[in-house]
């Protein structure tokens, strides 16, 4: 029913990922709008975003929705809040977060005399990340995962104010709209009955 006549390709799914047609303005609104919509009390919808936002500083991308999904299903905030949270990591903030929870694993595994230390290099690209990957995975992934979480834990409070109070806000407005639009329909319904 809500499937295009003509389906994307792969790169143009891809360009839209990285860069949607409607424009960024627009999919922040369209976001927004998904958030305020959910059914459930704010502080359970807060949790749930900044549950999505901190799983995107560990290291495997492809269960991160999964990973917030459990850890809100455990926690007892919303699901769906978080699959929509896991969207701060996205192609433009990964290598920012990962930069981090790289170099802040690798402090970690210094600091305790552990081998699987790495030392970032200062010119950093793609290739030669995945020659390390490739050739030495746990010397990257092991402090990643271990910085990932650890940034995760410490970073979900300041996440949870960051999406609680504009969540709170936008719920009251649209409440207050609703009661509005509902006390002009009364007032209308009877007006005509009055005629």
């Given amino acids: 029913m809500f499937k295009r006549r003509i389906p994307l390709t792969f790169f143009q799914n891809l360009k839209e990922i990285l860069w949607p047609s409607m424009g960024w303005p627009r999919a922040f609104k369209y976001v927004q709008r998904r958030v305020i919509r959910i059914s459930d009390n ?3 919808i807060a949790a749930g975003l900044a549950f999505g936002a901190v799983i995107s500083f560990t290291p495997i991308v492809g269960t991160h929705i999964i990973q917030a ?4 299903y455990i926690f007892r905030a919303n699901v769906v809040a978080a699959a929509i949270g896991t969207l701060v990591g996205n192609p433009w903030t990964f290598p920012f977060m990962w930069w981090a929870a790289i170099s802040f694993g690798s ?6 005399g552990l081998p699987a230390s790495t030392n970032l290099p200062e010119a950093m690209n793609f290739s030669i990340f995945w020659d390390v990957m490739r050739h030495e995975p746990l010397r990257v992934f092991l402090p990643w995962c271990m910085g990932g979480y650890l940034i995760a834990l410490l970073s979900w409070p300041f996440f949870y104010y960051l999406f609680y109070y504009p969540v709170k806000a936008a719920k009251i407005a649209r409440r207050k709209a609703r009661l509005r639009k509902a006390l002009k329909t009364a007032r209308e319904v009877t007006e005509k009955k009055t005629k």
């Fill in 69 to 72: 999904g459990l850890l809100a």
């Fill in 107 to 112: 402090f970690l595994f210094g600091l305790f």
């Fill in 42 to 44: 704010s502080k359970k």
